[in-house]
Each structure stands twice: as C-alpha cells, then as structure tokens.
Nanobody, 126 residues
Framework: HVQLVESGGGSVQAGGSLRLSCAASGYIYKPWCMGWFRQAPGKEREGVAAIGSEGTTRYADSVKGRFTISRDNAKNTLNLLMNSLAPEDTAMYYC????????????????????WGQGTQVTVSS
C-alpha cells in the first residue's frame, strides 16, 4: 500500500520561495510518474509539475522557470522547489503518483494518479 505525505507548505510573501516535500512509503511500480497538483478555492485542480522514473520532467506553463521538481530515490521523497512565488500560486498542493506510467510526450494534466497525498497549503501574499 502506497502512502504519500506532503510537508513544507506555509505562508510567504510574493517573490519568496518554498520547498515542498512528499514522503512516499510502499513500493511504486515502475515505470512510474510522480507529480504535484494544486487547487485554489473555486478553481479546478491543475497539474503543476511531474517527473517520470526515467527522469523526464514536465511543467505547467505557469510555473516554468520558477518551479523545479526532483526525486530523491535514496530517501524516497519527491520535492518541489518553488521560487519567485506569486499570489496566484496560492493553493492546496497535492503530491500524486501513477504506476505503469510513461511521461514521454505527455502534459502534466494528462496524469491519472493512483495515489494522492492529503495536501499542504501554500499561501502567497502580495
């Protein structure tokens, strides 16, 4: 059974940075994709960034150049470094994983995760 637990959310002023982490327990079958999604009040959930087990990364256009997704295989954690944060980045951020997934040629929003974390809140003030 796979469990995903996010941490690292919080409040920051515009222009600041935050680092989110997602601790994964249990075995995630390869090839896998892991990613970060977010949902702001009154808005649909959107994919932010994803990484495949072979190292491919994908980003939403709105975060390209500002966010970096990475995976620490030794620690079994997924990370999201968020720089130059803006108020529109305010949302609940969720870690997710999809098994038997190939990220090649796919957009972040095309993922259909099998597992979800409980979410961590990110609030950016102007």
């Amino acid at each position: 059974h796979v469990q995903l637990v996010e941490s690292g959310g919080g409040s920051v002023q515009a222009g600041g940075s935050l680092r989110l982490s997602c601790a994964a327990s249990g075995y995630i079958y390869k090839p896998w994709c892991m990613g970060w999604f977010r949902q702001a009040p009154g808005k649909e959930r959107e994919g932010v960034a994803a990484i495949g087990s072979e190292g491919t990364t994908r980003y939403a256009d709105s975060v390209k150049g500002r966010f970096t997704i990475s995976r620490d295989n030794a620690k079994n954690t997924l990370n999201l470094l968020m720089n130059s944060l803006a108020p529109e980045d305010t949302a609940m951020y969720y870690c997710a994983a999809q098994i038997f997934c190939d990220l090649s040629g796919r957009h972040v929003d095309s993922l259909v995760p099998d597992y979800w974390g409980q979410g961590t809140q990110v609030t950016v003030s102007s």
